[in-house]
C-alpha cells in the first residue's frame, strides 16, 4: 500500500493513505543499509502489515534543508520590521530554491509595522517582479490580505520558509484558525527565536502546508563559483563578458560586462552575488586540496574481471610467512 509520510520523530514515521488512514511505521533495515532517507513528503510502499516502510516512490523534487519532498511551492516569508527586512537572507532562500527547481512565491509579513508601506511595497516589487515572483504583502497578526495567498496555495503542497521570527507560525495559525505556540522576538539579538522544532505536513480543507523550523545557516558551499551566476537571472543576462571564466566580480569594465551594467542591477541583489560568490570560492578551494585515493578492487585476468581482494585483508604468501616465522625463531 502507498502512503505519504507527514512526519518523521526519532525512528517512527508517521503516514496516511489517498482515504485518510493514519499509520505508525518504522523503517525496513535494509534501507537503512543501502542509506535510503525517507523525508517528510516522501510516498513510500508499505508492508503488508503496514508496520514498516519497504520502498521510497520516486521524488518529484526535494530539498536537502529544510528537510522535506514533493513540493508543489515554496514560500519564502519574511518579516518587514521586527526582525528588519535581510535582502541577503532572502536572496539566498531564493537562490536556494531556484537551484533545486522549486516554484517560489515571496510573502512580506508584518506590513502593520510599516508606515511608509506603500514605498516599500514599489522598491522590492521593482526587484523581484521582473524575476518572476509573485509577491504577497500581508499581517498574519491582524489578518490582513490573507486571501490573496490562500487562493494562489489552494489544491497545493506548499513548504513555509524563511528565518524564525519572520511569522510562519503566526501565518500558518491565521490561514488554518489553528493555535500553535508562537515566540518572541529577542530583545537582545533582535531575531526570532526557534518555535518550530520538526518538519511536518498540516493538511487543511484545500490545501497543505510544511510547517518547517525557521533557519539561518544556508551556505553555498555545495556549488562551484561559475554555476552561481546561472541562479541570478538579473545578472546572468549581462554576462557576456571578454573572458569566459569570468565570475563578475571585479570592476573592470570592457573586460567584466556585469560591471558595465551595474547600474541596471539592484544592488542588494549584486551584493548577494558577491557573498554567495565568496562561499562558493571557498568550497572551491577546499575539494581542490582534497587528495581522495582510492583502492581498486577489480583486477584483470585474461578476458575475466575478478575482484581483488583489499590489501588490509590479504593473506601473506606462504613463502613471506614462512619467512617470517624463521625470522622470528632466530630471534
Do not use: W
Not at 502507498?2 to 533495515?29: P, W
Not at 575482484?307 to 601473506?316: G, W
Request: hydrophobic share 30%; glycine share 4%; aromatic share 10%.
Amino acid at each position: 500500500m502507498e502512503a505519504q509520510v507527514y512526519k518523521i520523530h526519532s525512528d517512527f514515521y508517521y503516514l496516511k493513505n489517498n482515504k485518510g488512514c493514519e499509520y505508525t511505521c518504522k523503517l525496513r533495515e535494509i534501507l537503512k543499509k543501502q542509506k535510503i532517507e525517507i523525508l517528510v513528503g516522501d510516498f513510500v510502499e508499505l508492508s503488508k502489515d503496514n508496520n514498516f516502510i519497504v520502498s521510497l516512490k520516486k521524488r518529484k523534487n526535494f530539498l536537502p534543508r529544510p528537510k522535506c519532498a514533493n513540493i508543489d511551492l515554496a514560500v519564502v516569508v519574511c518579516a518587514l520590521l521586527e526582525p528588519d527586512l535581510d535582502f541577503i537572507q532572502l536572496n539566498r532562500y531564493l537562490t536556494f530554491l531556484k537551484y533545486h527547481n522549486i516554484q517560489t512565491a515571496i510573502c512580506f509579513n508584518k506590513e502593520d509595522l510599516d508606515k511608509n508601506l506603500e514605498a516599500t511595497k514599489k522598491s522590492i516589487e521593482k526587484i523581484y517582479k521582473p524575476l518572476g515572483y509573485e509577491i504577497f504583502f500581508i499581517s498574519a497578526k491582524n489578518k490582513e490580505n490573507l486571501d490573496i495567498l490562500s487562493n494562489h496555495i489552494k489544491n497545493k503542497t506548499t513548504v513555509l520558509c524563511g528565518s524564525s521570527g519572520a511569522g510562519k507560525t503566526t501565518l500558518l495559525n491565521s490561514l488554518s484558525n489553528e493555535n500553535l505556540k508562537t515566540g518572541q522576538i529577542s530583545q537582545k539579538t533582535k531575531r526570532g527565536t526557534h518555535t518550530t522544532r520538526h518538519c511536518e505536513i498540516l493538511e487543511f480543507d484545500e490545501f497543505k502546508i510544511m510547517d518547517t523550523p525557521g533557519f539561518s545557516c544556508l551556505k553555498f558551499d555545495f556549488m562551484l563559483p561559475n554555476e552561481l551566476v546561472n541562479y541570478f537571472d538579473d545578472i546572468k543576462k549581462y554576462a557576456n563578458c571578454k573572458y569566459s571564466n569570468c565570475l563578475h566580480n571585479v570592476d573592470e569594465k570592457d573586460i567584466c560586462a556585469v560591471a558595465d551594467n551595474l547600474d541596471k542591477i539592484d544592488k542588494s541583489r549584486y551584493q548577494s552575488y558577491l557573498c554567495f560568490l565568496q562561499e562558493t570560492l571557498a568550497y572551491k578551494n577546499k575539494i581542490s586540496k582534497q587528495s581522495i585515493k582510492e583502492e581498486n578492487f577489480n583486477k584483470n585476468s585474461g578476458k575475466k574481471v575478478l575482484t581483488k581482494i583489499s590489501k588490509r585483508k590479504r593473506q601473506n604468501s606462504r613463502n613471506t610467512q614462512n619467512q617470517q616465522y624463521k625470522n622470528l625463531k632466530d630471534f
